[in-house]
């Protein structure tokens, strides 16, 4: 029981472009990973704009505020939580990093 109370379901990119976006006013979740070009933010500003992809699809994101260290980590996987507006652009109020699952050698050919 506590296991379920504790689950935390979140779409994918493509998933969510099949949603239409006028008839969910709900706070859902979405993964993906970024798009590192994408990523543009005024000196002056909290605001950060983005993209993210799940490899198939992107997703035009907005966030307001701090982005956790691991955000620009090419390996992360992050999860937004927001809301997807009429012009399928993705405002979050949360932003969470997964640790990356894999580490890679900058040198492959070594056996460390």
Same mark, same amino acid.
């Given at each position: 029981? +506590?296991? /379920?109370? +504790? %689950?935390? *379901? *979140? *779409?994918?990119?493509?998933?969510?472009? %099949?949603?239409?976006?006028?008839?969910?006013?709900?706070?859902?979740? !979405? $993964?993906?990973?970024?798009?590192?070009?994408? #990523?543009?933010? @005024? !000196? /002056?500003? %909290?605001? $950060? @704009?983005?993209?993210?992809?799940?490899?198939?699809?992107?997703?035009?994101?907005?966030?307001?505020?701090?982005?956790?260290?691991?955000?620009?980590?090419?390996?992360?996987?992050?999860?937004?939580?927001? %809301?997807?507006?009429?012009?399928?652009?993705?405002?979050?109020?949360?932003?969470? !990093?997964?640790?990356?699952?894999? #580490?890679?050698?900058?040198?492959?050919?070594?056996?460390?």
């Amino acid at each position: 029981m +506590a296991l /379920t109370s +504790a %689950t935390m *379901y *979140y *779409y994918t990119v493509s998933e969510l472009q %099949t949603l239409d976006p006028s008839s969910n006013q709900d706070i859902i979740r !979405v $993964s993906g990973k970024l798009v590192p070009s994408s #990523y543009n933010r @005024e !000196v /002056t500003s %909290t605001i $950060s @704009e983005f993209t993210i992809t799940d490899g198939t699809n992107l997703l035009k994101t907005q966030h307001d505020g701090i982005l956790p260290d691991l955000f620009f980590n090419k390996h992360s996987e992050i999860i937004l939580q927001g %809301t997807l507006t009429k012009e399928k652009t993705f405002i979050t109020n949360n932003v969470t !990093v997964k640790c990356p699952s894999k #580490y890679i050698s900058e040198n492959p050919s070594s056996n460390v």
